[in-house]
């Protein structure tokens, strides 16, 4: 197990020698995750292992962090976890990703290739991402300050409505 991390790998390279990583790295390593949290600090902690499945090279792992995200709602912060398994496999296109048996998922790389080691990382986050992050039985701003719910609120037209049909 190897505590310091290459900047790029060749995945390819990787899972013919077995290769794998344990660790944690802060998010402000990760330049897509950074920009949408409130938190670049946050620990991401993670295991990666490369290695050969019926002559395919796949990644699998876990990936781990608590990030603080706006609420969609109240555009507070909340905090989110996520828990995040890890199965890709690497292909070189995208028709040999539609041929991956499941649970893989496919992770495209030229053959050759060096890539961050935190970009299979980072793309997993993100899709384990909630696509509104909200805090548990949050309300929108004006429910929360005691006015009546949308739903019975008068359009704001309706007096003109019925100014027309005098």
């Given amino acids: 197990m190897v505590q310091s991390y290459p900047v790029k790998i060749d995945p390819y390279s990787c899972a013919e020698r077995g290769r794998r990583w344990e660790g944690e790295l802060p998010v402000e390593r990760f330049p897509r995750l950074r920009r949408l949290v409130l938190n670049p600090k946050a620990p991401v902690r993670f295991q990666l292992r490369f290695g050969r499945e019926d002559h395919r090279c796949v990644a699998r792992g876990s990936v781990e962090t608590v990030l603080r995200l706006v609420c969609q709602r109240c555009l507070e912060p909340v905090e989110v976890a996520i828990e995040q398994p890890i199965a890709v496999g690497i292909v070189t296109t995208l028709e040999e990703g539609e041929r991956l048996p499941e649970p893989l998922e496919p992770f495209v790389v030229k053959e050759g290739e060096e890539i961050p080691l935190t970009e299979i990382l980072e793309e997993e986050i993100l899709l384990a991402l909630p696509p509104f992050p909200r805090h548990e039985g949050c309300r929108p701003p004006g429910e929360q300050e ?16 019925q100014l027309k049909e005098r």
Avoid: E, Y
């Fill in 146 to 161: 005691g006015f009546p719910p949308a739903s019975r609120r008068q359009h704001p037209f309706a007096t003109l409505r």
